[in-house]
């Protein structure tokens, strides 16, 4: 309750002009705004934090840990108001006296009320709530120059206005105390629920199409484990982990031995025992420690999951009164203003058929705003292992997939009730993929490849298992062709046959579905232990080796087939044909993508005890893009070497006479030159008639040259030449060269 809290402010801005052609224009603005702020850190009450029998047992901690705070951690709310007021009168320019010139008025009147309170009931347990509210207060046309009008003013301020936004957010954090048990406390966890309202008034002049409603909720799922946590609960595995891996700590400085006394050999003793037992033991150990590094190859773990749902609604016929209600506290539901998709749940029952229901729709059929529907899922997850020293991977999956579903949903007086009309679903999809298999396979001389032939071959295979799988074919499968319905151009025959043949799959058991379910791993490998071999001593300060994969499936974009049916309801359809007689398929998909990237193949970096500096790279890239429509296969390919060097020569001083560089310059010239070439190539292949043909590519020399000298800790200079050579392999094309040549000088404030 203490003023602080409190803030009020207020202003008025009045601006008058005339002219030769108007009287009078006065333009008055009016501001003024209350505020509430109130924090506080609340007092934390643990009912048995002082138990003794609880404290006395690990297994107890998550009772001993229960804990409640006994107030919110903030309150705050703010009224802001904003009036402006014009009015204009133009002189009688006309020549004549009775012409009536009346004069005009501009006038708005808001006013936006915001509301915020966040409650951490637990530590781990915390919740937000921010509502806006905007609303017009509607003034009495012309002048506010009676009493009449003034009251009238003052009672619609008073009655908060009429409302035209609303909109609220709600977030639920909970921390999972999944590490308070001691068998698990290598792992944590997080789940987030968030939810959005609004409610969006129809125009002043069309309140007959209802209002617009609309909410969202998202799950959010977070785990994280340290498996280093996980393996010390063993003894052995921890003292492993204890080691400080070989070079962190420097060996003292001991004198040299003193020369042993040499006896001679006893006459018939055994002789002295060598220590070849004991480096037997220690490599046995070595073996022994390297395989428990392997069992422990695992370092941390994490998955993230996201599922975000919203819908949109038209037509309702409700206002909002408090917290999103409407006067009567009915309308929406309380389920839908806290984030409630569908409120029988399934995919067939939705929101809107309960709106309809409990009569919060307008009964008009001029509703031309779809009802829509979204959903978006992400799921990311990424381990990190260590199998040898020095050897570090990292593993990467994900799959996201999005989907609208629309429908205009309305009343239709001939029935006299509210149907469904023109549904529709669109989306998109990707996930990561692995084309391991198929990475090396070459094409021939002339540009066939064996995999499009595979491809080709798959076609019958998928064909045949779609004819034994749909039930509506008349004729059946037969061993060597397609089935019927199911024809070598059809989009369900060739997505699969595709996949299966560039990810080099059998296609008898491969997936039917081109939304496939389980994401493959993409890696980055990285070693560094060459540079503690003797034999690389001597020559490197440091040695790295790195490979990286990253392949991935996606479908750009996809839509509902609006020729497809399914009364029964079991995903094959009712038996409708297109133009070629194929049945339809549920979903309308223009093209797929494959493609796979080695960023790098192999890279090695490697430093020199001289100062040198050299790089070795190869790269490889492969992008396939099947197009449904036109039945080809688009294939772009590329591969990369480079070739880098760097080098820092020592310049012990540099005399410049001028004022600005009183003192010699003291500082390393940073030579660096990277050399690489690159082939790309681009195929078009086509699969009936069949044929291959290179389109366009190229082969790609370019030379990156630099010197960097640093004059003072703010000024560079800098040397370059780039040299690019583009030699084509298509007579289309013309062999190009580009070459920069240039002096950079960079100054730093």
């Not at 308070?180 to 609004?198: E, H």
């Not at 700590?249 to 020369?259: G, L, M, N, R, V």
């Not at 100062?611 to 490889?620: C, D």
């Not at 060097?645 to 390393?668: C, M, V």
Request: proline fraction near 5%; include cysteine.
């Amino acid at each position: 309750y203490d003023p602080e809290n409190i803030a009020l402010n207020y202003a008025y801005t009045e601006v008058y002009s005339r002219s030769p052609t108007i009287d009078h224009n006065f333009l008055k603005n009016y501001r003024g705004g209350l505020s509430y702020s109130f924090n506080k850190q609340p007092k934390n009450i643990k009912p048995f934090g002082k138990n003794a029998f609880l404290n006395k047992y690990k297994y107890l901690t998550l009772i001993r840990d229960i804990n409640f705070n006994t107030s919110v951690t903030s309150l705050a709310f703010l009224t802001d108001i904003n009036r402006s007021f014009n009015e204009q009168l133009n002189r009688n320019t006309t020549g004549t006296s009775d012409a009536l010139i009346t004069p005009t008025f501009n006038k708005t009147f808001n006013m936006v009320r915001t509301y915020d309170l966040k409650y951490d009931l637990t530590k781990a347990l915390k919740i937000d709530f921010n509502a806006m509210n905007e609303s017009r207060i509607l003034e009495p046309e012309g002048r506010i120059d009676t009493q009449q009008k003034r009251d009238s003013v003052w009672n619609a301020m008073l009655g908060l206005g009429k409302n035209t936004h609303y909109h609220h957010t709600v977030n639920v954090n909970y921390t999972i105390p999944i590490n308070k048990i001691p068998a698990l406390d290598f792992m944590s966890g997080t789940v987030r629920y968030g939810t959005t309202f609004d409610w969006l008034r129809a125009p002043f002049s069309a309140d007959s199409i209802g209002n617009t409603i609309q909410n969202s909720q998202q799950w959010a799922w977070a785990g994280q484990a340290n498996m280093l946590t996980l393996y010390n609960k063993i003894p052995y595995f921890k003292k492993i982990n204890g080691k400080k891996p070989p070079g962190q700590t420097p060996k003292p400085i001991s004198p040299p031995p003193a020369p042993k006394p040499t006896t001679p050999p006893v006459p018939g003793a055994k002789p002295a025992r060598t220590d070849t037992t004991k480096k037997k033991e220690k490599q046995q150990y070595d073996i022994v420690e390297y395989l428990a590094r392997a069992v422990m190859s695992i370092k941390t773990a994490s998955v993230n999951y996201t599922d975000t749902r919203g819908t949109i609604l038209p037509g309702y016929n409700r206002q909002t009164s408090i917290l999103g209600f409407d006067n009567n506290f009915g309308g929406p539901g309380a389920g839908f203003l806290l984030g409630e998709q569908d409120h029988y749940g399934g995919d067939k029952a939705h929101y809107g058929i309960y709106a309809a229901e409990h009569g919060w729709l307008v009964q008009t059929a001029s509703l031309f705003t779809p009802f829509a529907r979204t959903r978006v899922r992400n799921l990311n997850g990424r381990m990190n292992l260590e199998p040898l020293p020095d050897l570090k991977i990292e593993l990467t999956a994900n799959i996201n997939r999005a989907n609208s579903q629309n429908e205009y949903f309305r009343w239709n007086p001939i029935i006299h009730d509210y149907t469904s009309e023109t549904p529709s679903e669109t989306g998109n999809f990707s996930m990561s993929y692995m084309m391991l298999r198929t990475s090396l396979v070459k094409d021939r001389s002339d540009h066939s490849s064996p995999l499009f032939e595979q491809f080709l071959q798959n076609r019958v295979v998928i064909s045949q298992r779609l004819g034994y799988a749909n039930k509506r074919n008349s004729s059946g499968p037969l061993p060597t062709q397609y089935a019927d319905g199911y024809s070598g151009t059809s989009q369900d025959v060739l997505i699969p046959a595709f996949l299966a043949a560039y990810s080099g799959k059998n296609a008898s058991n491969f997936s039917l579905s081109p939304f496939l379910n389980i994401p493959k791993p993409n890696w980055r490998i990285t070693y560094d232990g060459l540079s503690k071999n003797e034999k690389f001593k001597k020559y490197f300060k440091s040695f790295t080796l790195s490979n990286a994969y990253r392949s991935s499936y996606s479908i750009g974009s996809y839509a509902t087939n609006l020729n497809f049916t399914d009364l029964n309801g079991d995903g094959w359809g009712d038996g409708l044909r297109n133009t070629t007689g194929d049945f339809y398929s549920k979903y309308n998909i223009a093209a797929v993508t494959l493609s796979e990237q080695f960023s790098p193949l192999i890279n090695a970096d490697m430093t020199w005890h001289s100062g040198l500096i050299t790089k070795v790279e190869l790269k490889k890239d492969r992008t396939l893009s099947l197009s449904v429509t036109s039945s080809q296969v688009t294939e772009l390919n590329g591969k990369e070497i480079v070739i880098g060097t760097g080098y820092s020569f020592k310049i012990r001083e540099l005399k410049l006479n001028s004022a600005y560089f009183k003192k010699p310059i003291k500082s390393d010239l940073k030579v660096k030159i990277d050399v690489s070439f690159r082939n790309n190539q681009t195929i078009i292949r086509k699969m009936d008639p069949e044929y291959n043909q290179l389109t366009s590519g190229q082969n790609l020399l370019s030379i990156k040259a630099s010197a960097d000298y640093l004059l003072s800790d703010k000024l560079s200079l800098r040397l370059f030449c780039d040299y690019i050579r583009t030699n084509p392999l298509v007579s289309t094309s013309f062999l190009t060269s580009n070459t920069n040549v240039g002096i950079a000088l960079r100054l730093t404030l």
